[in-house]
């Protein structure tokens, strides 16, 4: 499975950005997509992840009521919708997918295919 996560950039303190990651390979392998990031000198964190279905979504608490994530599996796409984004957000994001089902999977050890980050810069 192969991952190309695209749609970072700058934007401003409130803003909104919409990132993409296009699986391609054996995607009907996994069960999970989710987004993790990364800020310089820091650990990798979990963002939001969602079932194959689409029906099971989960968030990190630091961005809960303010990102979104969806899955579009006929384009073999997720997306995490990111509104009112703040200087914190900023980071290196990368999506992950994993092949077994849990029910929540917030460790980046859990997934087993990663693709290249996209920047999100947040001015304030």
């Known amino acids: 499975v192969q991952l190309q996560a695209s749609g970072g950039g700058l934007v401003q303190a409130g803003g909104s950005l919409r990132l993409s990651c296009l699986a391609s390979g054996r995607t009907l392998s996994t069960s999970t997509l989710g987004w993790f990031r990364q800020a310089p000198g820091k650990e990798r964190e979990f963002v939001a992840a969602a079932t194959r279905s689409g029906g099971i979504t989960y968030y990190a608490d630091s961005v809960k009521g303010r990102f979104t994530i969806s899955r579009d599996n006929a384009k073999n796409t997720v997306y995490l919708q990111m509104n009112s984004l703040k200087p914190e957000d900023t980071a290196a994001y990368y999506c992950?997918?994993?092949?077994?089902?849990?029910?929540?999977?917030?460790?980046?050890?859990?997934?087993?295919?990663w693709g290249q980050g996209t920047q999100v810069t947040v001015s304030s």
């Open positions: 992950a997918a994993k092949r077994s089902f849990k029910l929540e999977s917030r460790r980046a050890y859990e997934y087993d295919y």
